[in-house]
T-cell receptor, first 113, second 114 residues
Framework: KAGVTQTPRYLIKTRGQQVTLSCSPI?????VSWYQQTPGQGLQFLFE???????NKGNFPGRFSGRQFSNSRSEMNVSTLELGDSALYLC????????????FGPGTRLTVT | AQSVTQLGSHVSVSEGALVLLRCNYS??????LFWYVQYPNQGLQLLLK??????LVKGINGFEAEFKKSETSFHLTKPSAHMSDAAEYFC????????????FGIGTKLQVIP
């Protein structure tokens, strides 16, 4: 069974631009969560989607948004990029609830210059 | 609300020595607790999880953790460190009984000295 895939793996953007990251969960998994990972901050929860509905949301500004498609694939979008948005963005999928076990993708490394 | 605190952002052990990574949690209801490991340039991988069954949980690669409610702790141990254990380890908590988000600690980088 294929694991969680994230595209692109690396991205360099300029301040003020917007970016879209993609995540394909493990086949059959309906829950997708997104995290921002930065040194010293650990993983910060962004949001979680289940069956195309946002079920939970972290404490990030409205510039961060996401969506989930009917095939469970998910995208997250960051508008008006700031230098502080430079981070590793991780996607994790689970069968139904993140509480039971999450499978992580390798992440997208976003650098904002 | 729930939270976890990982004591020590960096831990160094000699090869063959005991590995002890500390995690304390805060939760208003019975928690589910996890340890994940992250190798360089990879995502996180589940090592073990506690979901209110046995308090001593065994995971992959020889790791185990013990849930101690009185101490609100869930420390990760391994009797003998291998070079391949060098990685970053994350403790995480979520609330049982519903669709809850998972809260991660800031991570502990384990260095294994030959």
């Amino acid at each position: 069974k294929a694991g969680v895939t994230q595209t692109p793996r690396y991205l360099i953007k300029t301040r003020g631009q917007q970016v879209t990251l993609s995540c394909s969960p493990i086949s059959g998994h309906r829950s997708v969560s997104w995290y921002q990972q930065t040194p010293g901050q650990g993983l910060q929860f962004l949001f979680e989607y289940f069956s195309e509905t946002q079920r939970n949301k972290g404490n990030f500004p409205g510039r961060f948004s996401g969506r989930q498609f009917s095939n469970s694939r998910s995208e997250m979008n960051v508008s008006t990029l700031e230098l502080g948005d430079s981070a590793l963005y991780l996607c994790a999928s689970s069968l139904s609830e993140p509480a039971y076990e999450q499978y992580f993708g390798p992440g997208t490394r976003l650098t904002v210059t | 609300a729930q939270s976890v605190t990982q004591l020590g952002s960096h831990v160094s052990v000699s090869e063959g020595a005991l590995v002890l990574l500390r995690c304390n949690y805060s939760s208003s209801v019975p928690p589910y607790l996890f340890w994940y490991v992250q190798y360089p340039n990879q995502g996180l991988q589940l090592l073990l999880k506690y979901t209110s069954a046995a308090t001593l949980v065994k995971g992959i690669n020889g790791f185990e953790a013990e849930f101690k409610k009185s101490e609100t702790s869930f420390h990760l141990t391994k009797p003998s460190a291998h070079m391949s254990d060098a990685a970053e380890y994350f403790c995480a908590v979520t609330l049982s009984g519903g669709y809850q988000k998972v809260t991660f600690g800031i991570g502990t980088k384990l260095q294994v000295i030959p």
